[in-house]
T-cell receptor, first 111, second 118 residues
Framework: DAKTTQPNSMESNEEEPVHLPCNHS???????IHWYRQLPSQGPEYVIH???SNVNNRMASLAIAEDRKSSTLILHRATLRDAAVYYC????????????FGKGTKLTVNP | DTGVSQDPRHKITKRGQNVTFRCDPI?????LYWYRQTLGQGPEFLTY????????KSRLLSDRFSAERPKGSFSTLEIQRTEQGDSAMYLC????????????????FGAGSRLTVL
């Protein structure tokens, strides 16, 4: 299945920007990069997705490398409510339409 | 719309018993997914439906697991003869994809059904 690599954990201070990296060196040309997050005791929540260009929405920004082998999720001002596990996700291989989750990055936000 | 609903939220059962989970997706969504999540791991894909058709199943889905979506609306996931290794959070998600799929698939997840097998 399509693979992504993320750091196990990251730490940030409240109201500071956070850059969450993801490597996806085997990404195919048509694969979207999805980001979801999971707060404690909840199901995953959609954050953002992109294909080639950088993307912004009310929650975050997604910066995609020119060769598409890596991307970075940017939280512009972290809050305590942003403490969660963040998943960088691609589709399964071979035309599969499932989203394949890895272990994600656990983000801790310090007050 | 209240989002994706899952029932029950918690289930404790004894090994060997059968359990069934129900998922009610967002009403206009044509796709429904089941995932399983164990402690410290990301969600693992189990299966998905487009309307009432089950289009993909994971190798993780042994013959003790069966999922249905009989009328293309709600779905059930049944586990027969439960084992301790089945203890996990079972997550349901739904999405809408038009026939001409662009590649982006935004899933809305429910809060999950936690299964504990004693």
């Amino acid at each position: 299945d399509a693979k992504t690599t993320q750091p196990n954990s990251m730490e940030s201070n409240e109201e500071e920007p956070v850059h969450l990296p993801c490597n996806h060196s085997t990404i195919s040309g048509t694969d979207y990069i999805h980001w979801y997050r999971q707060l404690p005791s909840q199901g995953p929540e959609y954050v953002i997705h992109g294909l080639t260009s950088n993307v912004n929405n009310r929650m975050a920004s997604l910066a995609i490398a020119e060769d598409r082998k890596s991307s970075t999720l940017i939280l512009h001002r972290a809050t305590l409510r942003d403490a969660a596990v963040y998943y960088c996700i691609l589709r399964g291989e071979g035309g599969s339409e499932k989203l394949v989750f890895g272990k994600g990055t656990k983000l801790t936000v310090n007050p | 719309d209240t989002g994706v609903s899952q029932d029950p939220r918690h289930k404790i059962t004894k090994r060997g018993q059968n359990v069934t989970f129900r998922c009610d997706p967002i009403s206009e969504h044509n796709r429904l997914y089941w995932y399983r999540q164990t402690l410290g791991q990301g969600p693992e894909f189990l299966t998905y439906f487009q309307n009432e058709a089950q289009l993909e199943k994971s190798r993780l889905l042994s013959d003790r697991f069966s999922a249905e979506r009989p009328k293309g609306s709600f779905s059930t996931l049944e586990i027969q003869r439960t084992e301790q290794g089945d203890s996990a959070m079972y997550l349901c998600a739904s999405s809408f994809l038009a026939k001409t799929w662009s590649g982006a698939n935004v899933l809305t997840f429910g809060a999950g059904s936690r299964l504990t097998v004693l």
